[in-house]
């Protein structure tokens, strides 16, 4: 059963830079590209950044210059990392690690998630 769980989030001022964590089980890693998202409130969930088992990575307008998006299994548990920095108000939102199995492992542009986590609270203020 597949399992994201989110962590790092919490409260920056604006400016500073934050850490996003996502641990993931019970799949097969190499199978899946994996991607952050982040839904403010009244808006639609959007994509922030996705990386494929090859380590090959895409990034969405929102936070293209100021994220880096980086997956590690080498302790045997998936780990998917969004760094972020430069962090404004508009970046408050929850946060979301979610998982596409895909050919390969490859992140395309038609990916449709199916896993998500319970997403984590990412507050900037002025």
């Known amino acids: 059963q597949v399992r994201l769980v989110e962590s790092g989030g919490g409260s920056v001022q604006a400016g500073g830079s934050m850490r996003l964590s996502c641990a993931g089980s019970?799949?097969?890693?190499?199978?899946?590209?994996m991607a952050w998202f982040r839904q403010a409130p009244g808006k639609e969930r959007e994509l922030i950044a996705n990386?494929?088992?090859?380590?090959?990575?895409?990034?969405a307008h929102p936070l293209k210059d100021r994220s880096t998006i980086s997956r590690d299994a080498a302790t045997g548990t998936l780990h998917v990392y969004l760094d972020m920095n430069s962090l404004t108000p508009e970046d408050t939102a929850t946060y979301y690690c979610?998982?596409?199995?895909?050919?390969?492992?490859?992140?395309?542009?038609?990916?449709?998630?199916?896993?998500w986590g319970q997403g984590t609270q990412v507050t900037v203020s002025e």
């Open positions: 019970g799949f097969t890693y190499s199978w899946y590209c």
């Open positions: 979610a998982a596409s199995r895909t050919r390969g492992g490859v992140c395309y542009a038609s990916n449709s998630f199916n896993y």
């Open positions: 990386i494929g088992s090859d380590g090959r990575t895409n990034y």
